[in-house]
Nanobody, 117 residues
């Protein structure tokens, strides 16, 4: 099993910044991709960004040029730097880890990000 613990969420004004962190523990070997999903009230869960163990990244269009995902493999931690935040970024953000050999996906408990206009 893999345990994921998120931190860094909170309340910020539009245009502000937040940095989310997610630390992985447990059986962390062979984790391939780590990433962040979010779910806004009344909306579906969506992938925000992910990063492979080799450092390849992927972003949804709405956050490109504003969010940056990074990963410290030595610390088993993934980060999401969020700049120029907008009210539409308000959501619960979930960290995920994926092991391709077993098709196993693990989830954090979620962390609230609220952006006031």
């Amino acid at each position: 099993q893999v345990q994921l613990v998120e931190s860094g969420g909170g309340l910020v004004q539009a245009g502000g910044s937040l940095r989310l962190s997610c630390a992985a523990s447990g059986i962390i070997s062979r984790i391939n991709t780590m990433g962040w999903y979010r779910q806004a009230p009344g909306k579906q869960l969506e992938l925000v960004a992910d990063i492979t163990s080799g450092g390849s990244t992927n972003y949804i269009t709405s956050v490109k040029d504003r969010f940056t995902i990074s990963r410290d493999n030595a610390k088993n931690t993934v980060y999401l730097e969020m700049n120029s935040l907008k009210p539409e970024d308000t959501a619960v953000y979930y960290c995920t880890a994926y092991k391709s050999y077993s098709s196993s996906r693990y989830w954090g408990q979620g962390i609230q990000v609220t952006v006031n206009s």
